[in-house]
């Protein structure tokens, strides 16, 4: 399965809105596959969505399982077409992104969502999500509608940090 490359800001596709899926047919799923490649191939990569491989339909992919800040979680999900609904409680968590790969930043996110989405399949699911996967499932669902992180932080000045290396 190839490897998709990773679209780094200032690409303009990172703050376009994305398009429903409505076709689960062997490219769509193809697709899918290769994304999951590539959120595999980076190490410690926790989520990607198709804006960051330059697509624009509603598509993203996350595991947060193999994250230390994990958790219980769901494994591996396929987010097509996802809603995120009733958000509950907040915390400021430090996030990062492959398409933001020189900075981190501290962003404010509920720490359990709903979550209704289509999978591989377009078989419709719903799944109630907690803490660190809660956190990346509302950091995919940015992605799809063409916000990164950095438009969540409450200040740029205090609250972005360099880093040498992604992770
Ligand atoms: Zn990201």
Known sequence: MSVLSIRRLPDPILNQPTHLVGRFDAPTQRFIDQ???????????????????G????????DASA????????????????????????????EGCL????????????????LRAQDREGQAYERRLEGFEAVVAQHE?????????LDR????????FRRKTYL
């Open 35 to 53: 994304m999951i490649a590539t959120m595999r191939h980076h190490p410690r990569c926790v989520g990607l969505a198709a804006p960051q491989v």
């Open 55 to 62: 697509s624009r339909l509603r598509i993203a992919v996350m």
């Open 67 to 94: 994250h230390p800040k994990a958790g219980r979680t769901h494994g591996l999900l396929v987010l097509v077409n996802p809603v995120l609904g009733e958000p509950e409680a907040a915390e400021i968590r430090r």
């Open 99 to 114: 398409s933001i790969p020189a900075f981190t930043g501290d962003v404010r996110r509920a720490t359990r969502v709903h």
């Open 141 to 149: 669902v940015d992605h799809l509608n063409g916000k990164l992180f």
């Open 153 to 160: 932080v409450a200040n740029l000045a205090t609250d972005v």
